[in-house]
């Protein structure tokens, strides 16, 4: 059976990389977490519990992906026990994903990938209002530099709502390049006292196993509910 790992993306900072990946930490208990941002620590903190392994991708001179780091983060996950990893790409890696997959060729890259057994799904999430314009932009350069050669999945986060306009516009795009379309949002209910809930509950570091009841119910249904 192959591996499989979530390349979780989006050069916008803010829109929602970290949550998401919160989400399916706590949906698949037996994945392994990886932080590829070189920037922030905030996955660090959020996962503590799950003790996250850093991964630096950038140069420190160039500050582009350094193909040696990309080839070895994979040769890292032949040689891992786990099957499944999820992998938070900060927004200055997020930004040369992109640009390392054009440059470096994406047969090259696919060869790799299926030589070496591993299925790699880069999701990369979207947001609407102010943010719909810059986060779109990114995902019309990720789905050129691929070239249909590697599996995309657009994760609408759902704390930015799209108006109408913006709803079409991404499921035209998404029709049109065959991608799939998934929502996330960690707590529906924007009032107050739920999103200063969920607020302390990722600044804490410890996941949502015990906490009460009441707390526990803005998290349990949307992560139920996230599929890939």
Known sequence: MKKK????TQAKGGSGKSVLTFMLAEKYKNAMLLDLDDATTTTMKQLAYRDPI???FLDRETKRIDRGAFNGLFESVIDAKEDLFIADLGASVAEQLPKYLSMNGIEVITD???ASEIQLQIICVIGGGNIFKATMEYLVELVAATSGALEIVIAHNGFYPCSDEQQNTLQRYAGQNNLQVIHFDLVK???ETAMRTVENVLKAGRGISGLSP?????????????SL
């Not at 790992?5 to 979780?8: G, S």
């Not at 009441?214 to 996230?226: A, R």
């Open 5 to 8: 790992i979530h390349f979780i």
């Open 54 to 56: 850093k991964v630096s």
């Open 112 to 114: 790799l990938l299926n």
């Open 189 to 191: 209910d924007k009032g």
């Open 214 to 226: 009441f707390s526990s119910i803005y998290f349990k249904k949307p992560i139920e509910q996230l």
